[in-house]
């Protein structure tokens, strides 16, 4: 292919008679390599483009999936997650009810205090039809921390909707299910303690399971 270029640009570009001594030869050359590295140049710009709306077509094709119903197993287990402070949010996608979470707290007046609206979330991985997700408390004790809590779920975590709330209090070992009015396209559920009195206001509990 370049050597097609080159005898067009010879032919289009150069005299018909071309000495081989003295500067016209230097000139020739160093016109010819400008040209034909401005070629490359354009040749690359273009392969670049061309990735660059590719791999726009493909995120585009991502966003706009279908959401589908990912089967009757619990979407949660092993995920990915996070929570408003400490660490451990693991412990409730661990499949082991014995393991629990909990969000920060102090013991202060003779009762253990925690933040403000203490929240924990799970990444599922994938959009989905989500409509129920269940809770285990911790079997030892503190059941009933378990309280005023909000589940929102949505494709991002700057974009949630509400899916049901719990008034609770709970007990201890308590299983309680908390079902969306309708299924939620949603990669990421969250369950928040919606309170601002911070005595007790401590997120903790065994497990948490999705479904879609």
Not at 36 to 58: F, G, P, S
Not at 113 to 129: A, L, Q
Request: aromatic content about 8%; some cysteine.
């Amino acid at each position: 292919m370049r050597f097609f270029l080159l005898l067009s640009l010879i032919h289009v570009g150069l005299p018909s008679r071309i000495s081989f001594t003295g500067n016209a030869d230097i000139s020739c050359c160093t016109e010819l390599e400008k040209k034909l590295k401005e070629i490359d140049r354009r040749v690359e710009i273009n392969a670049l483009q061309t990735t660059i709306v590719t791999l726009e077509e493909r995120i585009a094709n991502i966003e706009n999936e279908e959401p589908r119903s990912c089967g009757k197993k619990n979407l949660a287990l092993n995920k990915k997650c996070g929570q408003s402070s400490l660490s451990g949010c693991g412990f409730a996608v661990d499949g082991n009810v014995n393991s629990v979470i909990h969000t920060n707290y102090f013991f202060k007046d003779n009762a253990y205090h925690g933040e403000s609206n203490p929240y924990w979330w799970v990444d599922i991985g994938s959009r989905c039809m989500v409509k129920l997700i269940k809770v285990y408390t911790r079997i030892d004790c503190c059941g009933e921390r378990f309280r005023n809590i909000e589940v929102t779920m949505g494709k991002s975590l700057s974009s949630m909707q509400v899916c049901g709330f719990y008034k609770g209090p709970a007990a201890k070992g308590e299983i309680i299910s908390i079902s969306c009015r309708e299924p939620i396209i949603a990669r990421y559920v969250k369950v928040t303690m919606k309170d601002e009195n911070t005595e007790n206001t401590i997120l903790n509990f065994a497990e948490i399971q999705v479904f879609s």
